[in-house]
């Protein structure tokens, strides 16, 4: 080029300048949420932008705040367990595991092998499940509405699994202080192994519509990173941290339960951005299928739900066999229980329960059957008296499926919890985002919110 | 409560499994800062160090930047209110750490009393306390002198009262607040 021409096209960028100069520009104020498609339940950032650059970000939090630590302090040991469900209603089995691991701390409990391993299946069903939401509502949201479509189906194949075993769908209440509400049903591991494939399908499609997908990857690559030193200074887990290619996993570094007996990689990222939280999920999600489908051949045989000598008898009848004082045979019978109360029978129980008196229910039979039983029951349920752990405070962390989730629990040797401290993984995560969206222009904190998988449950409690 | 961690059975119930590195950190901690660390134990397996309120800051720097301690992660800051248990004083403040390459925790607890209801804030040593102390300014009123901008986190402003106090009646009402414009 001329350098005549190019004088020429200096001088008109200037005169550019000099107009947009004389034009008056301020910065705006933006409100995004509480109450906004993309902000994943309720949550308020106030944006300055300047243009639709965003030059400094407020995030509010609190929308959702049931009052979780201050009603742990009202009832019992027990009846904080449904109340965790609600932390992280995406991946609730997760929370009852730390919250039981907590309370088992403090009294000194070692559950049982099987009881463990059960515990591990559910808790990566539940990271898989908590994934799938996540990756495919944050697709959803930068336009690929099938994947989303697609990544439900495989959640709900979960679903269904998980509502075998527990009941329940959402607030499954699957644990217990020394053991678990009940074992597995019938034929588990075989349907396991048939829905893990078909989410492994799933993923693999999502791969192919996703990974090499050019709108997907502009929005995603490069766009919202973060540091190392930045996450590990604002105490970041979970996916979110190791994005940034820290390899910080509790289930690897302070293994509990059963993983340290399980081969598998924790997945690292290397620039901390939108992609890379992607990545890690999807490969997460594999991995935490290899934990399931390693446990389910390691897993100690127990008995199934179904008595095949036909020794079982209705539960009313036992309690009338019993009142008369027929209670010779009742030791040997088992239970017709409530389809709730599946699995939680003697032969189960033993299998997942502890020998531990002062923390486990007794077995259906035992309460309906023999005063022993109906008075252990009765000590466990009755106002007044309740589980009692020893005084002392105690913290435990699990991975939960956006980081590292600690309970903290302080008691003061009665039977209700002197106080529960969660420390949820997305409350440091959110009060890191500001760094992940300053820079970026608005429509970017839509993928990079998506990528922090917030859950107003555990962020407010 | 002594230096020495007691050989209980209950040393093996943690899920950390490091604990040959336990005396070191405690110890080491006893030594650099004698009368500021009021005393080290191992309660249940975990790590656990109280210390004197006014030295939080200058202790944290300590563990964070040691090559022995590399406490790099503010885990969690918490606190609790000893009311019902006849603590004096009442509140104490709990810090948990983690050290992400040397996998090893500690809590760190300092009292608080009621009169004086105010700690040093460690937002100069990690950012996270800014968001975990405005939590517990929220919760329990208590104060951090130095935080930035110490408001409600959870709450809404106007809320009266810090509900996790245990004076504070779990079925009380707030008044209602009108829209504000």
């Known amino acids: ?461 | 409560m002594s230096s020495t961690p007691p050989s209980s059975p209950l040393d093996k119930l943690g899920a950390v499994s490091q604990s040959e590195l336990l005396p070191e950190v405690l110890t080491l901690l006893e030594s650099q800062f004698s009368g500021k660390v009021l005393s080290v134990c191992v309660n249940l397996g975990d790590w656990e160090a109280s210390v004197a309120k006014g030295s939080v800051p200058e202790i944290m720097r300590f563990l964070r930047d040691d090559k022995r301690t590399d406490f790099k992660m503010l885990a969690d800051l918490s606190a609790v209110d000893g009311l019902k248990m006849g603590l004096v004083p009442r509140f104490y403040v709990v810090y948990h750490l983690y050290s992400i390459k040397l996998k090893h925790r500690l809590r760190v607890k300092t009292n608080v009393s009621e009169e004086d209801p105010a700690v040093p804030s460690l937002v100069d040593v990690w950012p996270i306390a800014n968001w975990f102390e405005r939590e517990v300014w929220d919760m329990f009123g208590i104060r951090f002198t130095g935080h930035p901008d110490l408001k409600r986190i959870l709450m809404y402003e106007g809320f009266q009262g810090h509900p996790l106090r245990k004076d504070y009646p779990v079925n009380y009402r707030q008044p209602l607040i009108g829209p504000r414009n």
């Open chain 1, 1 to 461: 080029m001329d350098i005549t021409e190019l004088n020429k096209t200096e001088g008109v960028r200037d005169t550019a300048t000099r107009e947009a100069d004389a034009l008056e520009t301020k910065e705006m104020m933006l409100n995004m949420g509480p109450s906004h498609p993309a902000m994943h339940g309720i949550i308020r950032l106030i944006l300055k932008l300047d243009g639709e650059v965003v030059k400094d970000c407020e995030v509010h939090i609190g929308y959702l705040h049931r009052a979780f630590e201050k009603m742990c302090e009202e009832g019992g040991y027990l009846q904080v367990i449904p109340y965790t469900d609600r932390l992280n209603y995406v991946s609730p089995l997760i929370n009852n595991v730390g919250y039981c691991m907590a309370v088992e701390k403090l009294f000194g409990i070692k559950t049982t092998e099987r009881c463990d391993y059960i515990r591990v299946i559910m808790s990566e069903l539940s990271r898989i499940t908590d994934h799938l939401t996540c990756v495919g509502a944050s697709a959803m949201e930068v336009g690929a509405f099938t994947v989303f479509l697609y990544m439900i189906k495989a959640r709900e194949y979960l679903w269904e699994l998980i509502e075998e075993v527990t009941g329940a769908r959402l607030t499954i209440s699957y644990t217990r202080v020394g053991g678990l509400k009940s074992d597995l049903p019938a034929g588990f591991a075989e349907k396991c192994r048939t829905r893990l494939k078909e989410v492994r399908k799933v993923n693999q499609e999502v791969h192919t519509l996703l990974t090499k997908n050019r709108i997907f990857i502009d929005r995603m690559k490069g766009i919202g990173t973060i540091s190392q030193e930045d996450a590990v200074a604002y105490s970041v887990t979970g996916p979110f941290l190791r994005a940034t290619g820290v390899d910080y996993d509790v289930r690897k570094d302070n293994p509990y339960l059963i993983y340290n007996r399980l081969d598998f990689d924790v997945p690292v990222g290397e620039y901390g951005d939108n992609f890379d939280r992607y990545l890690v999920r999807m490969e997460e999600m594999e991995q935490s299928i290899r934990i399931v489908e390693q446990c389910l051949d390691q897993m100690p045989k127990g008995p199934v739900a179904v008595d095949m000598e036909g020794r079982a008898i209705p539960a009313e009848f036992m309690v009338d066999e019993a009142k008369m004082g027929r209670t010779g045979g009742l030791l040997e019978v088992q239970a017709v229980v409530d389809p709730t109360l599946e699995g939680g029978t003697r032969a189960n129980f033993n299998a997942v329960q502890t020998e531990e008196k002062r923390a486990i229910l007794p077995p259906k039979e035992d309460t309906y059957g023999n005063i022993e039983g109906l008075m252990q029951h009765f000590k466990l349920v009755m106002y007044g008296h309740g589980i009692r752990p020893p005084k002392g405070d105690t913290y435990q962390a699990v991975e939960g499926a956006n980081g590292e989730l600690g309970f903290y629990i302080v008691s003061d040797g009665t039977d209700r919890p002197y106080r529960v401290r969660v420390r949820p993984p997305c409350f440091t995560i959110l009060a890191a985002f500001p760094l992940t969206c300053i820079g970026w222009t608005v429509s970017d904190i839509i993928p990079t919110f998506g990528s922090v998988n917030m859950i107003g449950g555990e962020l407010d409690r």
